[in-house]
């Protein structure tokens, strides 16, 4: 089994910044990619940013030069920056990992950020 803990949303007001965590643990030998998603109210979940194993990244259009992916191999954690932060950035974020040879993926429990206008 492999748990997924988020931690650092917030209220933050436009122009702001915060930074979530998510760290892995449990059956974890290597891990394929690990990102983050987001759900506004009434809206789909979308995908905001992944980090695969060899280092590539992608993010969606929308947070591009404005938010930021890293990652500590070690603690098998995974960081999202995020910079000039809008209201349309407002909605649950939630971290996703694809460990190393299990067919599933897995999700956190979700954090809430806020942008204020």
């Known amino acids: 089994q492999v748990q997924l803990v988020e931690s650092g949303g917030g209220l933050v007001q436009a122009g702001g910044s915060l930074r979530l965590s998510c760290a892995a643990s449990?059956?974890?030998?290597?891990?394929?990619?690990m990102g983050w998603y987001r759900q506004a109210p009434g809206k789909p979940r979308e995908l905001v940013a992944v980090m695969y194993s060899g280092g590539s990244t992608g993010y969606a259009d929308s947070v591009k030069g404005r938010f930021t992916i890293s990652r500590s191999n070690a603690k098998n954690t995974v960081y999202l920056q995020m910079n000039s932060l809008k209201p349309e950035d407002t909605a649950v974020y939630y971290c996703n990992c694809k460990p190393t040879g299990i067919r599933s993926d897995y999700w956190g429990q979700g954090t809430q950020v806020t942008v204020s206008s």
């Open positions: 449990g059956s974890i030998f290597s891990i394929d990619f």
